[in-house]
């Protein structure tokens, strides 16, 4: 009798080791089954550095038409699965995106006549143009997508002559950073002296007018007008001084300049002057659409327009809702005066436009020309608020974005004999373990059946 008992034990305990196998064997094939049909990420680096921003996403959503992205790399597999990583999150995305390898040593020729001069270089094509590039960031490979996706160069020329911020210097009071991240956006910069050249070229996109400190000449403000009356895009910083010679392109537009400064309490807290007005209100326009990025407006003055001409304004920038218009001089301290001074917000930056000859034309005047220079345009979202605009008036409203940010943390380098301790341990070793664990545990347990 005991022993048809122990016999019927063992046969269910047998019985239940093997459904316990079956069902072992099941379970990693289901999740095998699942880890390649679904998948799923997490980012946990710092400041996401591995997951594409949403500008850059939203950028190549815009995107229609392949892009061919050709490596011009050895055959090392660690440096082409470099250039696959770093490209997967923009197929995802784009599934258009087309990755190809050359070897260089193989295609000597190739890569010559490719202009590659690195190990890993990549040629990115778009539409009928192509550009090289070595370094793999996401603002340096996003930036190239945008210059591609222009279809051509846009020339932006700034006004010189009359001791205006340079679009290409490096003092203070220049527009030289502003002007080298056009570049990188595909916009062709230069100085434009209209003492010199009969007119205002007719391939320039944006014409730049940044605070002269003299007078121009009547001819050179006719030309300026002319090129207006044919439909050229306007961007006018105008700053805490008189308007030199330029009233008549004010008054195309109707714009009345008050006085006064542009006072801002709220400056205290990021430890600025009262005259760093805080943006943080934008009107509704494309330039500002999603834009949710403070900016800062030092020095600034109130600019409005005269409701009865024809183009529609759109005030773009608001600040100092706590503020006011100082129209006393600027000292150490400053006070609302009430009926004297013009309480808050203030519009410091409008976008015009108007249809001329069937075709829309655009200006953006902004009551400061600091907000653009070397010295503040750093700050906050300076930046990414001047490349919007430039962007609003050359007409590629699709490219308006925030533009991506640097990351902050850095890669972890592991050595070949770090990774190898890593694979075998946990794909070799630790499953081994488990195996002999759960061996070792049924042999006792049958031993004592």
């Known amino acids: 009798m005991a022993t ?9 305990l047998s019985a239940q080791n093997w459904l316990f196998v079956v069902l072992l064997v099941a379970l ?21 550095r591995n997951t594409l921003s949403q500008p850059t996403v939203d950028m190549l959503s815009q995107l229609t038409g392949q892009v061919m992205v050709t490596s011009y790399a050895t055959g090392q597999e660690d ?101 080298r991240q056009l570049e990188n956006k595909g916009f062709a910069t230069g100085p434009l002296n209209l003492s010199l050249a009969q007119a205002v070229p007719e391939n320039v996109k944006i014409l730049i007018i940044a605070g002269p400190k003299v007078d121009l000449l009547p001819p050179e403000v006719k030309k300026i007008k002319d090129w207006i009356d044919k439909g050229g895009s306007l961007l006018w910083l105008i700053d805490q001084e008189p308007l030199r010679g330029l009233q008549p392109i004010a008054d195309i537009f109707g ?53 009865s001409r024809d183009w529609r304004d759109t005030p773009l920038i608001e600040v100092a809702p706590r503020g006011w218009l100082e129209m006393s001089p600027i000292g150490d301290s400053v006070t609302f005066d009430k009926g004297r001074d013009t309480p808050g917000p203030i519009t410091v930056g409008l976008a015009l436009e108007r249809t001329l000859n069937d075709k829309p034309q655009r200006v953006v ?51 070949r004999t770090s990774m190898m301790v890593i694979i075998y341990g946990f794909l070799v070793l630790l499953p081994l373990g488990f195996l002999a664990t759960g061996a070792t545990i049924w042999w006792r347990r049958r031993r004592k059946a």
């Open 4 to 12: 048809n008992i122990d016999r019927k034990f063992r046969l269910r």
């Open 28 to 48: 990693a094939g289901l999740a095998s089954y699942a880890a390649r049909e679904y998948k799923k990420e997490w980012d946990v680096s710092l400041n996401a």
């Open 79 to 179: 440096l082409r699965k470099v250039v696959r990583d770093f490209l997967a999150p923009y197929q995802r995305i784009k599934p258009d995106l087309v990755l190809s390898f050359i070897d260089p040593r193989e295609q000597p020729k190739l890569a010559q006549s490719a202009g590659v001069q690195v190990n890993g270089e990549m040629v990115v094509e778009f539409g009928k143009r192509s550009e090289n590039i070595s370094t793999l960031t996401e603002q340096a490979f996003a930036n190239l997508l945008m210059r591609l996706a222009r279809g051509s160069d846009r020339n932006v020329m700034s006004l010189d002559g009359h001791g205006e911020r340079v679009i290409d210097g490096g003092a203070n009071h220049d527009l030289g950073q502003f002007g």
């Open 255 to 307: 714009l009345v300049l008050n006085p006064g400064t542009v006072v801002d309490p709220s400056a205290q807290l990021i430890n600025a002057a009262p005259t760093m007005a805080v943006a943080t209100g934008y009107g509704q326009h494309p330039i500002a659409k999603n834009f949710t990025l403070n900016t800062i407006m030092p020095f600034a003055r109130s600019i409005a327009v005269d409701d």
């Open 365 to 415: 005047i902004i009551g400061t020309g600091h907000f653009l220079a070397n010295q503040y345009v750093g700050l906050v979202g300076n930046m990414d608020l001047g490349i919007n605009i430039a962007n609003w008036l050359a007409g590629d409203d699709n490219l308006i974005t925030v533009q991506p940010r640097a990351t902050l943390d850095s890669s972890l380098n592991l050595s």
